[in-house]
């Protein structure tokens, strides 16, 4: 029997391939002393929004981890699935259509990438808000640029060169500003996507995302940088806590 999908909570897709070039192993490297992955779980549960949290993966190390984290579904993709050419939406048509083959049919998907942890519980809930109340088959998190991306600049034949023309070597606040999809939360509607097969589709609506919960890990410098700002975040709420604040 199929489930429902009336009134059903979506399913949430934790996509982690264990192959990576520039941080071997990303997605179950220490972070403040739990895996990666882990933090992505925790604020999956915490959110409360989801029916099932299912972690894709190729790597038999990386689905027991997500396993002893709580994670409802540790379903193993194939190795075609687990390139360096696979992309996100591939895997996401792959649960999907996996499940459905199962029986499990859902309406509503979100995606939340294991490289970015400092997304919160808070967040998905917002996220999920939007997507509910708003005429979208698509909702996703954005994240300013921290430097205009018009003033970009490249070398070609030696020389240096304003890569998108003169026009837009200006001040930066008379430039518009331009945002990139930081990987932290993706909601859309299963149907559409099946139908599109593409992430970036139609009447996609954004959830802003503060840059301080934007960290998309790539490298070691990454990395480092993540668990800095998680430090710093811990001591504000332990300070603020022992002062007699609430926390939020």
């Not at 909570?9 to 882990?38: H, M, Y």
């Not at 190390?61 to 591939?90: C, F, P, W």
Request: hydrophobic content about 35%; some cysteine.
């Amino acid at each position: 029997m199929k489930k429902s999908l009336s009134g059903s909570r979506p399913l949430c897709i934790i996509p982690a391939r264990g192959g990576s070039k520039r941080l071997p192993r990303k997605n179950i490297a220490p972070l403040a002393g739990k895996p990666l992955l882990a933090y992505t779980i925790d604020a999956a549960l915490e959110s409360e929004v989801f029916d099932l949290i299912c972690i894709s993966s190729e790597d038999k190390e990386i689905l027991e981890t997500a396993r002893n984290y709580g994670v409802h579904l540790a379903l193993k993709r194939g190795a075609e699935l687990s390139t360096d050419t696979t992309q996100v939406k591939h895997v996401c048509a792959h649960v999907l259509e996996d499940l459905a083959s199962r029986g499990q049919v859902y309406d509503e998907f979100a995606v939340l990438l294991v490289t970015n942890p400092l997304r919160t519980s808070q967040d998905i809930k917002d996220a999920y808000q939007i997507f509910k109340q708003k005429d979208a088959n698509y909702v996703m998190s954005l994240v300013p640029y921290s430097h205009p991306p018009q003033r970009a600049v490249w070398v070609p034949n030696d020389y240096v060169e304003p890569y998108y023309g003169r026009q837009y070597m200006k001040q930066t606040q008379l430039l518009d500003t331009l945002y990139r999809h930081d990987g932290s939360i993706f909601f859309g509607r299963s149907e559409v996507f099946l139908r599109e097969r593409e992430l970036y589709g139609t009447k996609t609506v954004p959830y802003f995302i503060p840059p301080e919960r934007s960290v998309d890990i790539d490298n070691p410098l990454d990395l480092a940088w993540a668990e800095f700002l998680l430090t710093k975040t811990h001591m504000y709420r332990t300070q603020k806590v022992k002062i007699g604040e609430r926390v939020e």
